[in-house]
């Protein structure tokens, strides 16, 4: 069973090995770590690595896409609302206690949903960031709500921080768990002891955070 990964070197003691969103494999190591020892380390893992990325449900296949169809189930906020598609003249997409597009639309609903979502994400990411920042006396450049191919969100070393516009879809206590994780960063820029102690602070319960994301991940990938 042969396993591809990525290494990553940077200033740590330990070395990590993470499956990402994409199914592939990371692995974090000090500087000069011999490949000798990375191999060891993936070998003491392998079984649980090829668990990892063999997950359906984690990864789903992309056929597993929306139809855009009436009674489909689309997810915003951690909640699946029924997609309706009407005669009516709607413009774009009319989100209230479930989702509307006009039939006229329907062939560009994947698109439309995608927008919609990017300024959703824009609205209730923007002011979380704002005051997550505030309370942890970090100071940011600029967010960019985008599609990132591996990670959920990310920090630059420019101060800029990045977030997929899936993480919408999540529960807000995910949400807010993937800011408080990003804007950690600044303050720490490893996944070191004190950067979780800083994370506990503004999301105590972020355990049950990763929790849902390694459970569901997978879903928010699906379109939509």
Known sequence: MKLDYQIIYSKRKTVSLAVERDAS?????????????????????????????????????????????????????GR?????????????????????????????AAELLREWYIQRAQQKLLPKVTAFAEALGVTFNRILISELKVSWGSCTPKNNL?????????????????????????????????????????VPKYGKAKEWLRENGGVLEIDF
């Open 25 to 77: 494999i990371i692995v974090r190591a000090p500087n000069g770590l011999s490949e000798k020892k990375i191999h060891r380390a993936i070998e003491a893992k392998k079984l649980w690595l090829y668990e990892k990325v063999n997950h359906k449900q984690k990864y789903p296949e992309q056929s597993a896409r929306k139809e855009f169809v009436t009674g489909e189930s689309i997810m915003y906020l």
């Open 80 to 108: 699946n609302y029924r997609l309706e598609i009407t005669n009516d003249d709607v413009p774009g997409v009319r989100f209230h206690s479930g989702f509307f597009i006009s039939r006229s639309n329907q062939p560009a």
């Open 162 to 202: 990045n977030f997929n516009w899936r993480i919408i879809k999540a529960p807000a206590f995910v949400i807010d768990y993937l800011i408080v994780h990003e804007l950690a960063h600044l303050l720490e820029p490893n996944h070191t002891e004190r950067f979780w102690n800083i994370v506990a602070v503004q």
